[in-house]
């Protein structure tokens, strides 16, 4: 696993780099175990810098969501957080809106020409 | 004990400018229009004035902007952009800057001129690469996210929602200067587009026109002017976040930290306050905001207001002046929230006047609920 501080690029161009090569990859603190996401140089609050990349589960719960009734057609955003902790913003895929709590899977997608990371519904809840 | 910064300073003018709609204006010539009138009202001259305090949605040095446009050279200046807080944060750096004798006027101004330039809520000038994929409209997406979530955990309802609405109607209705006028229902509210689950139009607030500015001078100057003083009593801010993805509790904001150390300052605690103004861009904030600054307990603010407690003639006056969701909201309201206390404090607020008004809690709200600032201002009752 390459670590973020011997890469010639920044955290933000290696992740986008992985997620073109079909990963959805997100940071943990060697040290503490902590996970990060959006990608950075380090640990917000505590500044550990031992990021290494790690596949992620891509399992993760809907914590907020909404639907956008927009003009040309509604879609949903939501909030998800990651089993591994971290909270990222993206889109339930599938279905107009889910309750909150509904458990999820994370599948990398194209949107507008570049690669991206959805959920879609596994049925399961907590 | 008092914070030593306590009455040290006062707001002695106030000004607005094209509040609704002012079309063929620019933003610019609303503020300084603003600022004249602010600095008359106070008594004092434009050459006076030796502190500027700006924040706008238009210009990337707001004070350099500011300055030249009305010929002013102020020994000190403060350009912080917290977004709608911005002017809460400014009252409490001129506050500093006054009592510190490194200006003896201070001016604090925003103007606007958003509603008729495009009629649309200005967005976040910064895109967040990890969200745009998925094109949120903030920033309605990153309000509705927290109302879902405030529901979620709390069974708030969109009646509830829709009741900070009318309440703010309510108001607006005893306010002559209101943009927003005319009956409004519970029914009404929930009956209206749904722009972002739970949110409809009119739980979105408006968008306007509009130029406000206000004067502080430290007290014993403040005392030989035109009009009864509106001391600063206390002033925090707190920010924990830039994007709503990363807000640590969707349901708790950062006025849970500002607001007590505001309080602290000022040596008060919520039942001496008398108006309460909260910057109501969507109604789930005036609810965020009653829980976190203390004047009901969390999850709570949902069924607080829904028995017209926040209505006229309620248990508890807020945005008697209708709010940014019924009197005026152009892009960032903070500045609004302070000229609506200071009407209030000095019993000019005609058909709206509270009996009594001594004390006055302004809380803005800047970004995705991400930064907040409460400042308590008071009358000479109030030292």
């Given at each position: ?55 992620a ?54 949107l ?15 | ?94 506050a ?30 910064e ?42 109607r ?15 229902s ?18 979105i ?7 406000g ?12 002017l ?51 103004m ?106």
């Amino acid at each position: 696993m390459s670590t973020t501080a011997d890469a010639p690029s920044g955290p933000q161009a290696q992740f986008l780099a992985h997620l073109k090569d079909g990963r959805f990859m997100i940071q943990r603190s060697r040290s503490t175990g902590r996970y990060v996401f959006y990608p950075r140089i380090a640990i917000p609050g505590s500044g550990e810098t031992d990021l290494e990349w790690v596949a992620a589960s891509g399992l993760g719960t809907v914590h907020a969501i909404t639907v956008n009734r927009a003009r040309e057609g509604a879609y949903n955003i939501a909030l998800v957080d990651l089993d591994e902790g971290p909270r990222l913003m993206s889109r339930i895929e599938g279905v107009e809106t889910v309750p909150i709590g509904t458990r999820v899977q994370a599948r990398i997608v194209t949107l507008e020409g570049e690669p991206a990371i959805v959920f879609d519904p596994v049925g399961e809840k907590n | 004990m008092a914070h030593a910064l306590k009455g040290r300073t006062a707001i002695v003018g106030i000004g607005t400018a094209g509040t609704g709609e002012a079309p063929g204006r620019t933003a610019i010539e609303l503020l300084a229009e603003a600022s004249l009138a602010a600095i008359a009202d106070a008594g004092l001259k434009l050459a006076d004035i030796d502190g500027l305090f700006a924040a706008t949605s238009t210009h990337a040095f707001p004070t350099l902007s500011v300055a030249e446009y009305l010929g002013v050279k102020p020994r000190f200046f403060d350009g912080t952009n917290v977004g709608g807080s911005s002017f809460e944060m400014h009252l409490l750096q001129a506050a500093l800057a006054l009592d510190a004798g490194l200006c003896d006027a201070a001016l604090i101004c925003y103007g606007s001129n958003q509603r008729t330039a495009g009629g649309r809520l200005v967005s976040m000038s910064e895109p967040q690469w990890h969200e745009t994929p998925f094109r949120p409209r903030h920033p309605i997406t990153a309000y509705a996210l927290a109302a879902s979530r405030h529901m979620h955990q709390y069974g708030t309802t969109r009646a509830m929602l829709a009741d900070v609405a009318v309440a703010a109607r309510a108001w607006a209705n005893l306010n002559p200067a209101a943009f927003a006028r005319g009956p409004l229902s519970r029914d009404d509210v929930l009956a209206s587009r749904m722009i972002s689950d739970p949110l409809t139009t009119r739980d979105i607030c408006l968008v306007t026109d509009g130029g406000g500015a206000c004067v502080m001078v430290r007290a014993n100057r403040a005392r030989d002017l035109k009009h009864k003083p509106a001391y600063f009593l206390g002033g925090a801010g707190a920010q924990w976040h830039r994007s709503i993805a990363q807000m640590p509790d969707l349901t708790v904001t950062a006025a849970s930290d500002s607001g007590p150390r505001a309080f602290a300052m000022a040596g008060l605690a919520q039942p001496d306050v008398d108006l309460v103004m909260l910057y109501d861009a969507f109604t789930i904030n005036t609810i965020l905001f009653l829980e976190d600054l203390g004047f009901c307990p969390k999850g709570e603010g949902g069924r607080f207001v829904a028995d017209g407690a926040i209505a006229p003639s309620g248990r508890l006056a807020v945005n008697t002046n209708g709010g940014g969701l019924s009197c005026v909201h152009p892009g960032m309201y903070g500045m609004f929230l302070i000229i609506e206390a200071v009407t209030q404090l000095r019993g000019q607020a005609g058909e709206r006047q509270l009996k009594k008004c001594d004390i006055a809690l302004c809380h803005g709200n800047g970004g995705t609920l991400s930064s907040q600032v409460t400042a308590l201002l008071g009358s000479d009752a109030a030292l």
